[in-house]
């Protein structure tokens, strides 16, 4: 079975400054995706960016952008340019390419932004 | 463009009272998903469907059912409530290998 880890419970930045958000996953499969979600107070669960694990490229959105290391199982988010917006609870979370397309969640980060 | 929409957004029940609740998408997704949310805890998948007619356990699955008998529609039933199962409940809805749509959730109080 597949485990996603989020090892950082709460983190606080200044507004403008650049965070970066951990996870680790274990898994045998080789091919996957990775998504990060962010859950506002509003309580959707929004998608912030994907990784295709067969993908070396690290994918980016904008101020978003991920640190995919297959070998080592990390897939870290980087926020750049830091908005009181982005004040949230981030989660990681891991899909199969294969099979029923279940998503498995890290326990998530929860992310303040200060002005 | 309503997307997942989860009926209802709140509700209050007594341990052992039943209730459904309802999950629509309107994008023709064939995978629906139910999780559920607790505190210090990512989602948790309780239940999915990988097409109409068809349904399937997931990670937390007892003290569940649910049914697919409609594609756009994908209900999650408690039969018989306990205080455990008080929690945060949210629908989603993908096509293969696409990212998943989330509804707004449910948040559901067992007395």
């Known amino acids: 079975a597949q485990t996603v880890t989020q090892s950082q419970p709460e983190m606080s930045v200044q507004e403008a400054e650049t965070v970066t958000l951990s996870c680790t996953y274990d898994t045998s499969e080789n091919n996957y995706y990775l998504f990060w979600y962010k859950q506002p107070p509003s309580r959707q669960m929004i998608l912030v960016i994907r990784?295709?694990?067969?993908?070396?490229q690290n994918a980016t959105e904008n101020r978003f952008s991920v640190n995919f290391q297959k070998a080592a199982k990390s897939f870290s988010l980087k926020i750049s340019d830091s908005q009181l917006g982005d004040t949230a609870m981030y989660f990681c979370?891991?899909?199969?390419?294969?099979?029923?397309?279940?998503?498995?969640f890290g326990q998530g980060t929860r992310l303040t932004i200060n002005p | 463009n309503a997307g997942v929409t989860q009926t209802p957004k709140f509700r209050v029940l007594k341990t052992g009272q039943s209730m459904t609740l309802l999950c629509a998408q309107d994008?023709?997704?064939?995978?629906m998903y139910w999780y559920r949310q607790d505190p210090g805890m990512g989602l948790r998948l309780i239940h999915y469907s990988v097409g109409e007619g068809t349904t399937a356990k997931g990670e937390v699955p007892d003290g569940y059912n649910v049914s697919r008998l409609k594609k756009q529609n994908f209900l999650l039933g408690l039969e018989s409530a306990a205080p455990s199962q008080t929690s945060v409940y949210f629908c989603a809805s993908s096509y293969h290998n696409q990212p998943q749509h989330f509804g707004d959730g449910t948040r559901l109080s067992i007395l």
């Open positions: 979370a891991f899909m199969k390419v294969q099979g029923a397309q279940k998503l498995v």
């Open positions: 990784q295709e694990a067969y993908k070396q």
């Open positions: 994008m023709n997704h064939e995978y």
